[in-house]
């Protein structure tokens, strides 16, 4: 169950505030609230990856609606937690516009989403009229361009024909996993081609990868891209087959372990929508492992798809279902919008999904397979995004207007805010800082969004 703090309130205003939370004996845990922001205008935390490696930094993007669905952002910025200052990392041009922004876990760099310059109507923003850079925090301003694209036949091995989306960095910082959607199949005009699904890719620092200017919005890449995950246009209900793969996140700090023992370095869960034997879809926990040599195209068909067929994953690239839900009452993984995520040893994957009572429940499953463990067991639904403490024994989330954290091991829920109807939590992100000892999110004040963070101390069970 949900464990209430004695909380010590103060109002939360556009300038930093602060928050003292006490809980009650035997339960005890000291949560300081800030408010780290305060400029009017839009303020998105990504729901993973926010965080500076050595802490001090968080980054966002300035997207204006609350929840980001409007990519109009033209700004990445970052705070520096101590000082509340604020430094620009990029600002897009021509019209272009650029958002959900992460931070690589080795290196002062950050990766996120860049819209088309000059759009037209041919082509305006969208999933496959987006692409990702990379901007050097040593050099803002300077955007280096992630994945390479090539949209004119017969394409280019290691880019891509489309647009990606949420780029985060592998635990060793070495590959960057995305969602993808495809220009080609999506404007095509060939009835029994592929159909534009979203997949989810991964790009390695093999590049450069240079794609001929037959093109306009053709462009060449730093990383050689490719797709990891399979879908098919019509899933056969009942079966392992899936319509769209989503909202993805890296397996371990350095893989996992399978049953035998030895280790998976690379691999990627991932929601996948199925079809289940009465006809409706679910969306299930699924697991990519990949090779080590992403380069080499399988039988099923070329890395960089054809005019037809969308991109192959590489050879030795194995997709696997891990839950199989159709037969509870609640199907499926539920809740608000969030992205599986793995512990740090890469043991358990965490997803949402409703218990028998119809509440939204943290869960946890291995990436071997077997069943799901729920985690939680409270009466309020779990209500955001979420993240592993590196130490894996806790997650944080938002229940109930509250900032909370959850113990994995015993599925106790301790709350770390009151809450607060002129200050409410957004949704979208609750990330733990790398050495744990913060989490960011975003409230929404005065009609903006802006980001807190709680400093922890004292924390037990």
Not at 236 to 256: L, M, V
Not at 336 to 356: C, E, N, T, Y
Not at 432 to 460: E, M
């Amino acid at each position: 169950m949900i464990r209430p703090l004695c909380v010590l309130t103060a109002p939360l205003l556009l300038a930093p505030t602060f928050v003292t939370a006490q809980a009650q004996s035997p339960k005890h845990v000291t949560a300081m609230e800030k408010q780290l922001t305060s400029a009017p205008h839009g303020h998105i935390l990504t729901n993973t990856g926010v965080w500076s490696p050595n802490g001090k930094w968080i980054v966002y993007d300035v997207r204006s609606d609350p929840a980001g669905e409007q990519f109009d952002g033209q700004r990445i910025e970052r705070v520096n937690i101590d000082s509340g200052v604020v430094e620009s990392l990029f600002v897009s041009r021509n019209e272009a516009n650029c958002g959900v922004v992460t931070y690589a876990p080795n290196r002062d760099a950050v990766v996120f989403i860049h819209g088309p310059e000059n759009p037209d109507n041919d082509w305006q923003y969208s999933a496959f009229h987006r692409r990702g850079v990379v901007v050097d925090a040593d050099n803002p301003g300077t955007a280096t361009n992630l994945d390479a694209r090539d949209i004119v036949a017969p394409y280019t091995p290691g880019a891509l024909r489309g647009g990606t989306h949420v780029h985060t960095f592998s635990g060793d910082g070495q590959w960057i996993s995305f969602t993808y959607e495809d220009h080609v199949l999506a404007t095509g005009t060939e009835r029994a081609g592929d159909a534009n699904q979203r997949n989810v890719g991964v790009s390695m620092p093999l590049g450069p990868v240079a794609v001929p200017a037959t093109h306009p919005r053709n462009h060449s890449g730093s990383h050689y891209s490719v797709l990891v995950t399979r879908t098919t246009n019509e899933p056969k209900p009942g079966s392992d087959e899936i319509s769209k793969a989503f909202s993805d996140a890296w397996i371990g700090n350095n893989g996992y372990v399978r049953t035998d023992g030895t280790r998976q370095e690379k691999a990627i869960a991932f929601q996948g929508h199925v079809q289940t034997s009465d006809g409706s879809t679910n969306s299930e926990v699924f697991v990519v492992d990949l090779p080590d040599d992403v380069t080499v195209a399988s039988k099923d068909g070329p890395l960089q798809g054809t005019l037809t067929k969308r991109p192959r994953p590489p050879q030795r690239t194995s997709q696997r279902r891990i839950t199989h839900t159709s037969q509870r009452k609640y199907p499926g993984i539920q809740g608000v919008r969030h992205w599986l995520r793995s512990s740090p040893d890469g043991s358990q994957i965490a997803f949402l999904m409703k218990s028998d009572d119809g509440v939204v429940q943290m869960w946890t499953v291995s990436p071997n397979g077997g069943a799901p463990r729920q985690i939680t067991n409270d009466e309020h639904d779990v209500s955001s995004a979420f993240s592993w403490h590196p130490n894996g024994d806790e997650i944080t989330h938002t229940m109930d207007g509250s900032v909370c954290i959850t113990s994995v091991d015993t599925g106790k829920t301790l709350r770390l805010t009151d809450p607060n109807p002129n200050a409410p939590l957004r949704p979208e992100a609750c990330v733990f800082s790398p050495d744990g000892s913060k989490i960011a999110y975003v409230r929404h004040v005065d009609g903006w969004n802006q980001i807190f963070v709680l400093t922890l101390s004292g924390v037990s069970f």
